[in-house]
C-alpha cells in the first residue's frame, strides 16, 4: 500500500519560514520524481517545485529563490523548505510521486500553510 504522509504545515507570519516532509512508504522511492502542489480556496492546484530521481530541481517561478525542495532517498522523505513566505502562499500543500516508466502517481492528503499577521 502507497502512503505519502506531509508535515510541518501550520500557521506563520509573512516573512516567516516552515519546513514541509513528505515521508513515503510502499515505493521504489529512489526513481520517483517527488514534487510539492499547492491549491488555494478558489484556484487550481498547482506545481510548487519538483525534484527528480537525479536531482534536478524546478520551481514556480512565483517562489524561485524563497522556497528549496529536496530529497533524502535513506528516508524516503522529500522536503521543502519554505522562506520568506507571503500571504499568497496560503495553501493547502500537497505531495506528488510520479513514476515516468510506468507513469503513475500518487498523492499526499495535503497539509494545510496559512501565512498571515
Known amino acids: 500500500q502507497v502512503q505519502l504522509v506531509e ?7 509573512p516573512g516567516g519560514s516552515l519546513r514541509l516532509s513528505c ?4 515505493i521504489s ?17 498547482e506545481l510548487v517545485a519538483a525534484i527528480t530521481a537525479g536531482t534536478s530541481t524546478n520551481y514556480a517561478d512565483s517562489v524561485k529563490g524563497r522556497f528549496t525542495i529536496s530529497r533524502d532517498n535513506a528516508k524516503n522523505t522529500v522536503y521543502l523548505q519554505m522562506n520568506s513566505l ?17 507513469r503513475r502517481d500518487y498523492w499526499g492528503q495535503g497539509t494545510q500553510v496559512t501565512v498571515s499577521s
Open 7 to 13: 508535515s510541518g504545515g501550520g500557521l506563520v507570519q
Open 23 to 26: 515521508a513515503a512508504s510502499g
Open 29 to 45: 522511492f529512489s526513481i520517483y520524481t517527488m514534487g510539492w502542489y499547492r491549491q488555494a480556496p478558489g484556484k487550481q492546484r
Open 86 to 102: 507571503k500571504p499568497e502562499d496560503t495553501a493547502v500543500y500537497y505531495c506528488n510521486a510520479w513514476n515516468s516508466l510506468v
